[in-house]
Protein backbone atom coordinates (compact mmCIF):
# COMPACT_ATOMS: atom_id res chain seq x y z
CA UNK A 1 0.00 0.00 0.00
CA UNK A 2 0.98 3.46 -0.40
CA UNK A 3 -0.23 7.23 -0.74
CA UNK A 4 0.88 10.55 -1.35
CA UNK A 5 0.66 13.97 0.31
CA UNK A 6 0.74 17.14 -1.38
CA UNK A 7 1.80 20.20 -0.04
CA UNK A 8 2.81 23.68 -0.53
CA UNK A 9 -0.29 25.32 -1.84
CA UNK A 10 -1.31 28.91 -1.13
CA UNK A 11 -2.24 32.44 -1.62
CA UNK A 12 -0.85 34.09 -3.94
CA UNK A 13 -0.51 37.26 -6.30
CA UNK A 14 -0.34 37.00 -10.51
CA UNK A 15 3.11 36.70 -11.47
CA UNK A 16 3.88 34.92 -8.43
CA UNK A 17 5.16 31.75 -7.83
CA UNK A 18 5.10 28.61 -5.45
CA UNK A 19 6.49 25.61 -4.99
CA UNK A 20 4.38 22.13 -4.46
CA UNK A 21 5.90 18.76 -2.93
CA UNK A 22 4.07 15.46 -3.27
CA UNK A 23 5.86 12.63 -0.90
CA UNK A 24 4.87 9.09 -1.64
CA UNK A 25 4.69 6.81 1.84
CA UNK A 26 4.22 3.24 1.92
CA UNK A 27 6.27 0.19 0.83
CA UNK A 28 7.12 1.47 -2.26
CA UNK A 29 9.83 -0.46 -4.51
CA UNK A 30 9.31 1.76 -7.41
CA UNK A 31 7.07 4.26 -9.25
CA UNK A 32 6.76 4.75 -12.99
CA UNK A 33 5.89 8.26 -13.68
CA UNK A 34 4.44 10.94 -11.60
CA UNK A 35 2.00 13.22 -12.75
CA UNK A 36 0.44 16.15 -11.54
CA UNK A 37 -3.36 17.49 -12.66
CA UNK A 38 -5.42 20.27 -11.28
CA UNK A 39 -8.95 20.96 -10.98
CA UNK A 40 -11.05 24.36 -10.54
CA UNK A 41 -14.33 24.35 -9.39
CA UNK A 42 -16.77 23.43 -11.55
CA UNK A 43 -14.24 22.15 -14.41
CA UNK A 44 -12.88 18.86 -15.36
CA UNK A 45 -9.52 17.60 -13.94
CA UNK A 46 -6.69 18.26 -16.37
CA UNK A 47 -2.99 16.87 -16.64
CA UNK A 48 -0.55 19.70 -15.63
CA UNK A 49 2.63 17.98 -16.23
CA UNK A 50 4.33 14.33 -16.23
CA UNK A 51 7.87 12.97 -15.26
CA UNK A 52 9.02 9.54 -15.72
CA UNK A 53 11.49 7.59 -14.17
CA UNK A 54 13.98 8.57 -16.51
CA UNK A 55 13.66 11.85 -15.91
CA UNK A 56 11.35 12.81 -18.87
CA UNK A 57 8.83 15.18 -18.65
CA UNK A 58 6.03 17.02 -20.09
CA UNK A 59 3.64 19.97 -19.92
CA UNK A 60 0.21 21.15 -20.74
CA UNK A 61 0.72 23.95 -23.82
CA UNK A 62 -1.18 26.48 -20.73
CA UNK A 63 1.74 26.14 -18.48
CA UNK A 64 5.01 25.25 -20.36
CA UNK A 65 7.40 28.30 -20.18
CA UNK A 66 6.11 28.90 -16.62
CA UNK A 67 5.79 25.19 -14.81
CA UNK A 68 8.59 23.11 -13.76
CA UNK A 69 8.46 18.89 -12.84
CA UNK A 70 10.80 17.68 -10.95
CA UNK A 71 11.76 14.62 -9.13
CA UNK A 72 13.12 11.14 -8.91
CA UNK A 73 11.83 7.73 -8.12
CA UNK A 74 14.51 6.95 -5.02
CA UNK A 75 13.53 9.96 -3.02
CA UNK A 76 9.42 8.91 -3.32
CA UNK A 77 8.98 12.98 -3.83
CA UNK A 78 8.06 14.91 -7.18
CA UNK A 79 7.77 18.61 -7.26
CA UNK A 80 6.17 21.34 -9.38
CA UNK A 81 7.63 24.76 -9.73
CA UNK A 82 4.82 27.11 -10.44
CA UNK A 83 6.40 30.16 -11.80
CA UNK A 84 4.28 33.46 -13.49
CA UNK A 85 1.09 32.33 -11.72
CA UNK A 86 -1.94 33.79 -13.42
CA UNK A 87 -5.62 33.76 -11.90
CA UNK A 88 -6.88 30.81 -14.26
CA UNK A 89 -4.31 28.77 -12.41
CA UNK A 90 -6.27 29.14 -8.88
CA UNK A 91 -7.30 25.74 -8.86
CA UNK A 92 -6.50 22.17 -6.53
CA UNK A 93 -3.97 20.26 -7.85
CA UNK A 94 -3.52 16.13 -7.20
CA UNK A 95 -0.27 14.35 -7.44
CA UNK A 96 -0.90 10.81 -9.85
CA UNK A 97 1.62 8.18 -9.15
CA UNK A 98 1.35 5.56 -11.96
CA UNK A 99 2.60 2.17 -11.86
CA UNK A 100 3.57 2.10 -7.59
CA UNK A 101 5.11 -1.39 -6.99
CA UNK A 102 4.98 -1.93 -3.33
CA UNK A 103 5.33 -5.11 -1.45
CA UNK A 104 3.46 -5.07 1.66
CA UNK A 105 1.60 -6.38 2.45
CA UNK A 106 1.32 -8.12 -0.81
CA UNK A 107 3.37 -7.28 -3.76
CA UNK A 108 1.13 -4.87 -6.17
CA UNK A 109 1.40 -2.83 -9.08
CA UNK A 110 -1.24 0.34 -8.91
CA UNK A 111 -2.04 3.77 -9.35
CA UNK A 112 -2.38 6.13 -6.33
CA UNK A 113 -4.10 9.97 -5.81
CA UNK A 114 -2.80 12.68 -3.31
CA UNK A 115 -5.58 14.42 -1.24
CA UNK A 116 -5.12 17.59 -3.47
CA UNK A 117 -3.45 20.87 -2.47
CA UNK A 118 -5.10 24.29 -2.95
CA UNK A 119 -3.41 27.23 -5.35
CA UNK A 120 -5.56 30.58 -5.06
CA UNK A 121 -4.46 32.97 -7.39
CA UNK A 122 -5.47 36.38 -7.38
CA UNK A 123 -5.39 39.46 -9.66
Known amino acids: QAQLRESGGGLVQAGGSLRLSCQAY????????MVWYRQAPGKQRELVAT???????NYADSVKGRFTISGDNAEKTVYLQLNSLKPEDTAVYYC?????????????????WGQGTQVTVSS
Open 96 to 112: NALGVVTTAPEYRISDY
Open 26 to 33: GSIASINE
Open 51 to 57: IDSGGYT
